[in-house]
């Protein structure tokens, strides 16, 4: 029987390699964030520095250890055999839960899964002992300290995002967006500030548990912080003050890069109990139990109570595993993109749609401010808004420029460490995702990332991740809770199952990504690719590529509904929404080829504008055949009848046809006959489509149809011909798109 527990704290151990690797690969975001998206220094360096930050984090980690032995729940009141089952639970839910969140760009926080699933699991299995022997769950939970972890979790959400949205205000109107002037007589102060912060932060909470805790500087910094603060204060401003008279060192990248490592480094030292605490509280408990020689299911567990040095050949093992993954992984990049793409300074492609919610804050705002405005002086108003003007910049410098600039990365860094240091000395297991991630959202907004055209966009994808959050905390908790019940009624057959599940899910999760990636490339900015000199090609490439989906569409919706196969009329709806998708992404595009487009050929703009809006109406039109025919389908309702498949099919042969040959045509640069014999066939169409259409017709007035199926088969012809009638048009303006290239070059 000791056995089976010394190969479960195994297994305990072999999920905490793949949750470092998951975690990591979610809490990346912490501190990446300010120093990649403001481009501080090259990708390498952030890279080393974030590496030595993470390994000097791991060193000093062990004080929030004890948050997986006792923060949570009441070890008294548990046996070893159910303790075992609730780290159990825990790991292969974290995994699982982490994961998922990863691969999709989310970034969510370590903390909160640990203590929600904790508490689940533990809830889990009061549950069962309170069936069995009564009781209450209050006797088995350490409430009040898990009601001070969450409310301090919550609080610091809307905290961190009211600091660093008044911090940035106050910081942003000293600089303003011209920091060149205010630089040479504030970048000295703000600098040595900042850095002050950042160095007190690093010796009063970083170095507090590692090897330096004894060092004369670090006691300096625990006892005598506003002295500590002030005289770092001091000496950085001069420090700074010096480079920057006599150097061209921008000493906002030296803020930018200390403010990753520190962060770095309380990424480490804060969320290493999410991943390896409860492995360890797991081998210390095998430990205790296996030297007692009690029963598993009668040996009290009031030692995890107790405060448990842990070996530093741990924390170096997991600092390593971690700055591994900090390297190699895809998915931390992914994560991280979420928030430099939410937080950016310029316009772009908006992941994020728009939402009620969303419209509903935006509106509020501007209302608000317009209040604000017929109240205070328009001078007052008109001099404050002139800090905030940015500075224009020719469309190869906005290219080229950062997501957002140091000035705003250094107060994302230093706010957040502030947050983290007061949190952490009141030994909260503070999540820094949440701090990190709202800090930004809260500098952007004074920054006016988000104007009145991206706004709504910006807030729906807070409002995403916000939700994901509380969407973490409920999974969380209900998983564990299921998972530690199955583990305790399943036995050795549960473990390796759910172990098996962690791992399918894992695997899986990394070719959805993998999938993702490939599509992402597919979106990539058509000016990196466009120049002057090709325009015209890569706009004809580009539109030939997106038409070739169409056939596709066709085939795979009417295959699902001659056959009634929903997975066919669900691929089918898939296509169509990324032709959709890519569709709307061109449209934006338009704008940005206008600007590449010499001035002589400025006129030639209208044509593609039209023939970008026809593309639009096609994919509305396939996107409405094919999510009809899904609904049909997955409402179960009536198929049709073989008679009408067949006229169907005979109208989607054509249709498919027509739509082949024209973009041949188009691809090929080929009208001149081919564009009046396509104008001939499309009449051929239509008036095969009204033929159709009349027979339809006749079925409903005799009563051989239903409505249901009437009305699906009358608004798939009439789709059909939308696809002849705007293809045409696509053919006709692509013509004068080209044509007028030419024509301007024999000018």
Not at 216 to 243: H, R, S
Not at 246 to 263: E, P, Q, S
Not at 432 to 441: P, Q, R
Not at 672 to 695: A, F, G, M, P, S
Request: charged fraction near 20%; aromatic fraction near 12%.
């Amino acid at each position: 029987m000791e056995n089976i527990y010394l190969i479960f704290v195994v297994v305990l151990f072999a999920l905490a390699i793949s949750n470092l690797v998951v975690g990591v690969s979610n809490d990346a975001v912490n501190f990446l964030v300010s120093a990649l998206g403001s481009r501080s220094a090259p990708f390498w360096v952030i890279m080393i520095v974030s590496s030595f930050g993470i390994l000097a984090g791991a060193l000093s980690s062990d004080g929030m250890m004890e948050v997986a032995r006792k923060g949570i729940f009441n070890p008294e009141m548990y046996v070893f055999s159910e303790i075992i089952l609730i780290f159990l639970a825990v790991m292969i839910t974290n995994i699982i839960l982490l994961d998922l969140f990863n691969t999709f760009g989310f970034p969510t926080s370590t903390t909160v899964s640990l203590v929600f699933e904790l508490l689940g699991a533990a809830v889990g299995i009061a549950t069962i002992k309170i069936i069995n022997d009564g009781g209450l769950v209050a006797d088995y939970i350490n409430s009040s300290q898990a009601i001070t972890i969450i409310g301090g979790i919550l609080l610091s959400v809307v905290f961190a995002f009211s600091a660093g949205a008044l911090i940035q205000y106050i910081i942003r109107f000293i600089f303003s967006f011209n920091t060149k002037k205010t630089y040479k007589y504030f970048g000295a102060l703000w600098g040595g500030l900042a850095l002050a912060i950042i160095t007190f932060f690093l010796f009063s909470k970083g170095f507090k548990h590692s090897f330096a805790k004894d060092w004369g500087i670090v006691q300096w910094a625990i006892e005598q912080p506003i002295i500590f603060v002030f005289y770092c204060f001091v000496v950085w401003t001069i420090v700074f003050q010096i480079l920057i008279f006599f150097t061209k060192i921008n000493i906002l990248r030296i803020v930018v890069l200390a403010g990753t490592f520190a962060l770095a480094m309380a990424f480490a030292g804060n969320d290493l109990v999410n991943f390896i605490g409860v492995p360890l509280a797991g081998f210390s408990s095998w430990d205790f139990w296996s030297n007692s020689g009690i029963a598993a299911n009668e040996f009290k567990m009031d030692a995890l109570s107790e405060k448990v040095n842990i070996s530093s050949i741990f924390l170096i093992a997991a600092g390593g595993i971690m700055v591994g993954t900090l390297w190699l992984s895809k998915k931390a990049r992914n994560v991280t993109e979420t928030s430099i793409n939410l937080s950016r300074q310029s316009e772009g492609y908006e992941r994020f749609g728009s939402s009620p919610v969303a419209r509903s804050v935006v509106r509020a705002f501007v209302n608000t401010l317009n209040v604000f405005g017929a109240i205070v002086p328009k001078s007052i108003v008109q001099k404050a808004e002139k800090r905030f003007d940015k500075p224009k910049l020719t469309r190869k410098e906005a290219k080229e420029a950062p997501a957002f600039d140091l000035l705003r990365a250094s107060v994302n860094l230093v706010v957040a460490s502030i947050i983290i240091t007061i949190a952490t000395s009141y030994k909260l297991p503070l999540s820094t995702t949440y701090v990190t991630f709202m800090v930004a959202m809260g500098t952007s907004l004074s920054d006016r990332a988000w104007g009145r055209d991206s706004a709504v966009y910006r807030v729906t994808g807070v409002i995403s991740v916000i939700g994901g959050w509380f969407i973490t905390a409920f999974v969380a908790f209900t998983a564990a809770f299921i998972i530690v019940a199955i583990l305790y009624f399943g036995g050795m057959i549960a473990v390796i199952s759910l172990v098996a599940l962690a791992v399918f899910v894992f695997l899986k999760t990394k070719i959805i990504h993998k999938k993702r990636e490939d599509k992402k490339e597919e979106f990539k900015d058509i000016e990196d690719e466009i120049t002057n000199n090709n325009v015209f090609e890569k706009c004809t490439e580009s539109l030939t590529t997106e038409l070739n989906i169409l056939p596709q569409i066709l085939d795979y919706s009417l295959k699902g509904l001659k056959n009634e196969d929903r997975k066919s009329a669900k691929k089918a709806k898939k296509l169509s929404e990324e032709f959709r998708e890519k569709s709307k992404k061109m449209k934006y595009d338009v704008y940005k080829i206008i600007q590449i487009l010499q001035q002589n050929f400025i006129h030639s703009a209208q044509y593609y504008i039209r023939e970008i809006d026809y593309l639009r109406e096609t994919s509305n039109a396939a996107d409405f055949i094919a999510l009809r025919i899904y609904e049909h389908i997955d409402n179960n309702h009536e198929g049709l009848s073989e008679k009408q498949i067949e006229e169907l099919e005979l109208i989607k042969n054509l249709v498919k046809e027509y739509i082949i040959t024209i973009n041949g045509i188009i691809k090929n640069n080929k009208y001149n006959d081919n564009y009046y014999t396509q104008k001939d066939e499309k009449k051929v169409l239509l008036t095969k489509i009204e033929e159709i259409k009349t027979i339809q017709l006749r079925r409903v007035k005799t009563g051989e149809v239903s409505t249901m199926n009437s009305v699906l088969y009358l608004n798939i012809l009439a789709e059909y011909k939308n696809l002849v009638l705007f293809f045409i048009r696509i053919m006709k303006s692509q013509k004068k798109f080209i044509r007028s290239k030419e024509k301007w070059k024999t000018i």
